[in-house]
């Protein structure tokens, strides 16, 4: 990823720690899973990676990723977590492997757990071929998803710097917990209907928190209600790339509701073949939804239009990739080829990508939608979303449509864009995204060589 052919950065081609968990996740994010990252409680435990299979019934499976040394009673702690989780099923990947390894497989087998080694990084597809029920992972889509996780880690912890030298003000602490709260705190409500409960509780407390953010910035009481983002700052933020605390918080409102997305797709799974985890729902939808007024239509509504989509059980996994690795915009120059590339990356039919990404406007409706055309740049782009994140899709466009005959990467004029402004925007938030790694790669110096 480059700014200006000046600074880039790169990620490591030999990925430990943090990085490797990373590459792992990628992996599986590629072909398919909904993968969730970042799952803590402070002081009690911290859970590597989760995925979720939609292949059938939402299936989930946790992940405990080592790049260095272990032993074995490692998977017992992973085991205790399933147990906790309310999950039967779990993954040890490490990259080395060790004496009487095919013992040790079998007894993690005997656990529910799959103990697997990838000592060849360049093999990985090959190692992990059952996991991945025998899907290729493409280097494109795996290096896009290992930046949009470090871009994650990076907004969390310069929202936990920011949250410690400021100390009298509201927004970061808020921040803190909203994130918490949609990742952690819910993850671990096994029951779907407390589940739900959790993430509309922190959705309705935290309505608007971007806004609430800005005002506050600008010297407002955070504590009040907002509807606008004041324009200086919205300008800054939006149209000049500013990295700002606004690109954090537009970020995790967009995984509110990616997380809500997901409850809404089990539930109507999971009601589809009358599985249990389905009854405890269908009290709460008929008489407690009413109390979220910020939804025009009624909840159930809502899933009835999603339940009639044909392929509404990949909506979540699809709006990840939409998010993650595309940046949450469409090249309507190249609309075509951008549907086919999402319809080959997410298994939903060119004929069914404008029903999933109508999903936000059926069940989050707010006035004139969730996407906007810029008709400078002709591209189609989700309204007020993080800059960094879409600079990571406008990279991946780059890496995907740009390749030439002999293999190297092409620049951003080379793709086959009309509008000026398109290509120049492209540009605009890549040089963002750059920007930010940039700066994080200063705390984890071993992560990234610099150019």
């Known amino acids: 990823m480059s700014k200006e052919e000046v600074i880039s950065v790169e990620l490591p081609n030999l990925p430990t720690g943090l990085d490797f968990e990373d590459f792992i996740a990628a992996h599986f994010q590629s072909v398919g899973f909904f993968v969730e990252k970042n799952i803590s409680v402070e002081n009690i435990l911290q859970l590597d990676i989760s995925i979720t299979d939609y292949q059938l019934l939402p299936h989930i499976k946790l992940i405990e990723i080592k790049s260095g040394n272990w032993e074995f009673n490692e998977v017992f702690k992973l085991k205790g977590w399933m147990v906790y989780s309310n999950i039967s099923k779990g993954m040890f990947i490490v990259k080395k492997g060790r004496e009487r390894f095919d013992y040790y497989r079998n007894f993690a087998q005997e656990l529910g757990v799959q103990l697997l080694a990838v000592p ?8 992990l071929e059952k996991p991945l029920k025998g899907l290729n992972a493409n280097s494109n889509d795996i290096e896009s998803f290992r930046y949009s996780y470090w871009m994650e880690r990076e907004f969390l912890r310069i929202l936990n710097v920011w949250k410690k030298t400021n100390k009298s003000v509201c927004r970061f602490k808020a921040l803190e917990d909203y994130y918490f709260k949609i990742n952690c705190e819910t993850y671990f409500t096994s029951n779907l209907l407390d589940k739900t ?29 907002y509807d606008l983002i004041p324009h200086d ?18 970020y995790l409102e967009y995984q509110s509701r990616i997380r809500l997305l997901k409850c809404a797709v089990d539930y109507l799974l999971f009601k589809e073949v009358k599985d249990k985890r389905a009854d405890d729902m269908e009290e709460f939808l008929g008489f407690k939804l009413s109390k979220f007024n910020f939804l025009p239509k009624s909840y159930i509504d809502a899933l009835s239009i999603i339940k009639s989509h044909s392929f509404f059980k ?8 939409f998010i993650l690795a595309f940046g949450g915009f469409i090249l309507l ?47 189609k782009e989700l309204k007020v979303s993080s800059m960094p994140f879409r600079g990571i899709g406008a990279n991946y466009r780059r890496l995907v449509y740009c390749k030439r005959p002999d293999g190297s990467e092409g620049e951003f004029d080379e793709l086959p864009i009309n509008k000026e402004y398109g290509i120049m925007d492209l540009k605009k938030w890549n040089n963002l995204a750059v920007e930010v ?4 790669s200063k705390y984890s110096a071993v992560r990234m060589p610099l150019k």
Do not use: M
């Open 233 to 250: 700052i919205f300008r800054k933020t939006f149209y000049l790339c500013e990295y700002n605390l606004l690109q954090i918080s537009t």
């Open 333 to 379: 120059d190249i609309k075509e080829k951008e549907y086919e590339l999402l319809s080959s990356k997410t298994g939903i039919p060119v004929s069914e990508i404008d029903n999933a990404l109508s999903a936000f406007d059926i069940l989050f409706p707010t006035q004139d939608g969730w996407f906007q055309t810029n008709k400078l740049s002709n591209i």
């Open 314 to 321: 990949l909506y979540p996994s699809f709006w990840q990739w």
């Open 120 to 127: 060849e990084l360049d093999k990985t597809n090959e190692y």
């Open 437 to 440: 790694l940039v700066n994080a």
């Open 197 to 225: 409960k959790l993430l509309y509780e922190a959705y309705n407390k935290y309505f608007h928190i971007t806004a609430k953010c800005a005002n506050e910035i600008k010297g407002s009481d955070f504590n009040l209600d």
